[in-house]
């Protein structure tokens, strides 16, 4: 268990309104990731964190946006739900030393309608 | 653009059955990583090989990376229904951002 949390679990929003997802690490780890979870796809790299108000673009980025104003929180948003980004959305964190491993949180099922 | 391919995308077998699941690239790997994941819950980190060649076991299941670091294999001995989920190879690059590649994951169900 790396300590991280995921909020909320669950969410049902309409398309065209904002969404804001949260994911908290207790562990002060440097490196946070968010993927999306869709059949077919594995899990692929939306945005990723290397430190406080350090971001970058993964593989999927286009309508979604983070911030990380603490260690220990990585936001995701969507500015406007659409209803290709119904997903399952995980947030990682990598350990550090030589051999980059990552640990998942629970995820967030999102549904835009 | 780096890629994994896996395969097969979905398994179905008997309890007691032997197994192997392949993960493909033409790109290298410094590392790769094994996940199982369970409906509704995030992907867990079964083992990370590094060295190409490599053998690692765990119980009935045997993981392998290729000499050339890019593929690998997860060999299930004797399967057991608790084996069942999805199943997620993921291959990491040389730069620091350890920013992963995933399969796209094999769905294996153990029938008893």
């Known amino acids: 268990d790396a300590g991280i949390t995921q909020s909320p679990r669950h969410k049902v929003t309409e398309t065209g309104t904002p969404v804001t997802l949260r994911c908290h690490q207790t562990e002060n780890h440097r490196y946070m990731y968010w993927y999306r979870q869709d059949p077919g796809h594995g899990l692929r790299l939306i945005h990723y964190?290397?430190?406080?108000?350090?971001?970058d673009k993964g593989e999927v980025s286009d309508g979604y946006s983070v911030s990380r104003s603490k260690t220990e929180d990585f936001l995701l948003t969507l500015e406007s739900a659409t209803s290709s980004q119904t997903s399952v959305y995980f947030c990682a964190i990598k350990t550090s030393g030589s051999v980059y491993e990552q640990y998942f949180g629970p995820g967030t099922r999102l549904t835009v309608t | 653009t780096q890629l994994l391919e896996q395969s097969p995308q979905f398994l179905s077998i008997q309890e007691g059955e032997n197994l192997t699941v392949y993960c493909n690239s033409s790109?290298?790997?410094?590392?790769l990583q094994w996940y199982r994941q369970e409906p509704g819950e995030g992907p867990v980190l079964l083992v990370t090989v590094v060295t190409g060649g490599e053998v690692k076991k765990l119980k009935r299941l045997t993981f392998q990376f290729g000499d050339a670091r890019k593929d690998s294999s997860l060999h299930i001995t004797a399967a057991q229904p608790g084996d069942t989920g999805l199943y997620l190879c993921?291959?990491?690059?040389?730069?620091?951002?350890?920013?992963?590649?995933f399969g796209q994951g094999t769905t294996l169900q153990v029938k008893p």
């Open positions: 964190s290397y430190g406080v108000k350090d971001t």
């Open positions: 790109s290298v790997f410094s590392s």
């Open positions: 993921a291959g990491a690059g040389s730069s620091n951002t350890g920013k992963l590649i």
